[in-house]
């Protein structure tokens, strides 16, 4: 296949995701090496269609096209300036967040909020709303961003900061769909140290309680263990970088980055044992978790994991902070039904899914799934955004986060089907822009401001060339 002179691959290239559950073939991938090119690969098709791939690592079908599908790599510079008294940081859309870090940390600076992998690029990360723990979205932070989009009429490439106002709001966080992100503008902080700890908690109310300590703290519900594990994160004043601090994160490397997802591939993947994967949670596991280390690191070392080293699917769904209670007993009373047919869910259980329509559905989940790795659950304040997962309100939102390393299971595709669709129906819980979600559950009242938002979109974008779809069929897009 032979490079075109706009930089790119015309036609045939089969693109995936980092999950493998989105393939397509673009009628054409680019690599612009400057803004200018990328304005006229995008004057050239905007009758096809444009998309920015960023590094493929959403789980929903954000990037797919049959249009322009772009690749902005080589837009990467990152530079650091003062203005008012802040320290800004300014870094070209296609750069991974691991470079802008490295860069900043060398100069004694890092980010207000990390995600949970750095991989991902800059212009990827804010248009999904990318989050941590304990803080807003990495979205939130957005000072301005640099906007490849069209005119009124829709005929001629226009590019523009967005610094204030309902604009900004929306851009921070726009699923690419009101134009090409080149270049953003972060508000920076001065690198700190967060202390970790990790362990057990008998009840949610127990865990939840913790956070007043540590506030920058995630934590697990253990499939078929059906207790939880707490990391509690907090900044710190002390230094660090003790010998025991330095065999802490080799530990968790070792034992939890890789050991773990070695295990849970062998049982649940090559062996697919559900008597294995029910055993090692709930008798094994336990013994691998060392409770005692308070390690101390760099924050941008120690709130980031290495989920990246092994291909998986996610859905990921999020619960105003009120829900969380039972918005959790519902998921895992779920989860043990479709790992027992014999389990009984709770009067609760039943009565909230009678109520939205899914209780006779439940049969169709019964004894089909034994999940095989930890429910991961993120706390993310509110965003000063339009969409962001977490925008909207005064109640702190809570992440659920379903993973699964059986990525070609149909069973698993029907278990988080109906686990989104509960939760979206009863809490009216807002999927991740960048994981998978039961799209047909999508409704306008998920996103309050999300018709606000689209009126924005078709501002920038009259001749919907960003809009395509994914982002075409949102609720309010096309009218």
């Known amino acids: 296949m032979a490079l075109d002179s706009g930089g790119g691959v015309r036609g045939g290239r089969e693109v995936s995701n980092f999950g493998g559950n989105v393939r397509f073939r673009p009628g054409r991938l680019a690599v612009p090496r400057s803004e200018a090119e990328v304005c006229r690969l995008v004057l050239e098709h905007r009758a096809d269609g444009v998309r920015v791939a960023g590094s493929r690592h959403a789980w929903s079908p954000l990037i797919r096209t049959s249009g322009l599908l772009l690749d902005l790599r080589h837009l990467d510079a990152v530079r650091l300036y003062e ?3 802040r320290v800004l940081v300014s870094v070209g859309g296609g750069c991974r967040i691991s470079r802008l870090l490295a860069y900043l940390n060398d100069r004694g600076l890092t980010l207000p909020s990390v995600g949970l992998i750095t991989e991902q690029t800059v212009a990827g990360a804010i248009s999904t709303a990318t989050h ?66 990790l362990v057990p908690a008998g009840t949610l109310p127990e865990v939840l309680r913790m956070e007043s300590e540590t506030p920058l703290q995630q934590f697990f519900l253990v499939p078929h263990l059906w207790r939880f594990y707490v990391q509690r994160r907090a900044e710190t004043a002390e230094p660090g970088g003790r010998l025991t601090d330095q065999l802490y994160r080799l530990y968790w490397f070792l034992m939890m980055d890789i050991g773990l997802h070695l295990v849970v591939l062998l049982m649940a993947v090559f062996l697919r044992s559900r008597v294995l994967v029910r055993l090692f949670f709930s008798t094994l596991m336990p013994w691998t978790v060392v409770t005692s280390w308070r390690p101390i690191d760099r924050s941008d070392r120690q709130l980031v994991m290495e989920h990246e080293l092994f291909r998986h699917v996610e859905e990921e769904l999020f619960v105003r902070r009120s829900d969380l209670p039972s918005a959790m007993a519902l998921v895992e009373d779920l989860l043990r039904v479709a790992d027992d047919r014999t389990w009984r869910l709770s009067e609760a259980s039943s009565e909230q899914l009678r109520r939205v329509g899914l209780l006779g559905d439940v049969s169709e989940i019964e004894g089909c799934w034994s999940h095989h790795y930890p429910i991961c659950v993120r706390r993310v304040r509110v965003d000063d955004a339009l969409i962001s997962m977490s925008s909207g309100g005064s109640e702190d939102w809570y992440s659920i986060s379903l993973i699964n390393y059986q990525r070609e299971s149909a069973e698993f595709w029907r278990f988080a089907g109906f686990v989104g669709a509960a939760l979206m129906r009863i809490y009216g819980a807002r999927p991740h822009w960048g994981k998978w979600f039961p799209e047909g559950e999508l409704r306008l009242e998920h996103y309050p401001e999300l018709g606000r938002f689209c009126e924005l979109v078709r501002h920038c974008d009259p001749a919907g060339v960003f809009r395509r779809g994914f982002v075409g069929q949102l609720p309010g897009m096309s009218e």
């Not at 005929?155 to 709001?169: A, C, F, K, N, Y």
């Open 83 to 85: 203005e008012g008294g």
């Open 132 to 197: 941590g723990s304990g803080r807003h979205s990495l979205s939130h932070y957005v000072q301005r961003v640099r906007l490849v989009h069209f005119d009124g009429g829709g005929g001629e490439v226009v590019v523009r900061w967005i610094d204030s106002g309902e604009e900004l709001r929306a851009v921070r966080c726009s699923l690419g769909a009101m134009g090409v992100i080149t270049e953003v503008v972060f508000a920076v902080v001065p690198q700190y140290r967060v202390q970790e700890q």
